[in-house]
């Protein structure tokens, strides 16, 4: 694809690959959306919820899809539903999808709606945003059962080691890297991180703030630039650098084939 390049002075911009920003979460809804972020979706309702946040013009983009609690809403209209909504310009992606082993829902069910979303992702063309709380064989498993590479996408939240991020990476994946780098008590997370090549990392805050409770969009925007710095520290680069390969990164996932498309 189309490499994007900075088209002004300065650091490039940063992309938050994944928030849930102003859907309603058990009963909450998260700080406004901002600019530059994917809002990612988990049940049914947020589905048509997410639509009047979305905007181009700011580069605020939309993903689809079921989380793994909330697989047992699915049937037959919901994929009609969700294939439908996926051919919207502004929706780029097919998740929040995954595996849990602490939902409700038994993991059979999850796994069947797993895949069900993995096929109209590649039906329909659109990458994946993954939900793996644990259980990292299975899913790599999974993806590699149904093809996924094809499509590829990225892990939410990934805070394991190297050998599964070098997993994921060979499935197509960029490894989501959130706050949890930023604490002070994380080990594993920012070892593994200076063993896996900076053009399969991407951004994201999933809304939260440095100390729990939703972020603004100002507050969001600053937790990824000290992200940011953090790992051009592991990778021994400049934080100018690091930026300019993490925008590139989210626009390659995103499928942006030109700089018209998302114009800084």
Not at 77 to 96: F, K, N, P
Request: aromatic share 6%; net charge negative; charged share 20%.
């Amino acid at each position: 694809m189309d490499n994007v390049e900075q088209t002004q002075s300065g650091p490039s911009p940063l992309f938050d690959i994944h928030c849930h920003c102003g859907l309603a979460v058990e009963g909450e809804v998260p700080a406004q959306p901002g600019e530059r972020e994917l809002i990612a979706t988990a049940a049914v309702c947020h589905w048509q919820e997410l639509l009047p946040h979305l905007d181009g013009a700011r580069h605020r983009f939309g993903a689809v899809g079921l989380h793994p609690w909330y697989a047992e809403q699915w049937d037959g209209a919901r994929a009609e539903q969700l294939e439908m909504l996926l051919t919207c310009t502004e929706i780029r992606a097919v998740g929040e999808v995954g595996l849990d082993p602490a939902a409700t829902v038994s993991m059979a069910v999850q796994e069947q709606v797993l895949r069900a979303q993995i096929r109209i992702a590649l039906k329909v063309g659109k990458p994946l945003i993954l939900h793996v709380s644990k259980g990292y064989p299975d899913i790599l498993k999974i993806l590699k059962e149904e093809r996924a590479e094809r499509v590829g996408g990225v892990v939410h939240g990934f805070s394991t080691g190297a050998n599964i991020g070098e997993a994921f990476i060979r499935q197509g994946f960029y490894l989501g890297i959130g706050p949890l780098l930023l604490r002070e008590n994380v080990r594993k997370l920012p070892e593994a991180l200076r063993h896996l090549p900076a053009e399969y990392l991407v951004l994201e805050t999933d809304a939260q703030g440095g100390r729990g409770g939703y972020a603004t969009p100002k507050q969001r925007t600053a937790i990824l630039a000290t992200i940011a710095h953090r790992l051009a520290e592991l990778h021994v680069t400049t934080e100018a650098q690091m930026c300019t390969q993490l925008w590139r990164n989210s626009c390659d996932l995103l499928q942006f084939n030109s700089p018209k498309e998302i114009d800084r």
